[in-house]
Nanobody, 128 residues
């Protein structure tokens, strides 16, 4: 059974960068679409970015377009989220999960479409 573990979070100043990793174990990653989600204090979980199983389709939330880049390396069984030009409002716990196939990758990228039980996530804090 596929299990995902997030890492790479930390404290970064506004304008800085971080790269999050979502490492898979227990199964191949090749057939799964993967999403990154986040939950800020006092807010609902939201979709940040999703990538199809093939990597050919990608979706970004409007709030992160142009700043975040999702990628996957199936050989390493890892999905990455490169975050640049970070803002204080990006502060949140970030989670990755497999997502159910939908007609569009945008439709995949909502929390209710996640297939996994949410893990511990990785905390990203953007602050000076």
């Amino acid at each position: 059974q596929l299990q995902l573990v997030e890492s790479g979070g930390g404290l970064v100043q506004p304008g800085g960068s971080l790269r999050l990793s979502c490492a898979a174990s227990g199964s191949t990653l090749d057939y799964f679409a993967i999403g990154w989600f986040r939950q800020a204090p006092g807010k609902e979980r939201e979709g940040v970015s999703c990538i199809s199983a093939s990597g050919s389709s990608i979706n970004y939330a409007d709030s992160v377009k142009g700043r975040f880049t999702i990628s996957r390396d199936n050989a390493k069984k890892t999905v990455y989220l490169q975050m640049s030009s970070l803002k204080p409002e990006d502060t949140a716990v970030y989670y990755c999960a497999t997502v159910a196939p939908r007609a569009t990758v945008q439709a995949m990228c909502v929390p209710r479409n996640a297939l996994d039980t949410w893990g511990q996530g990785t905390l990203v804090t953007v602050s000076s």
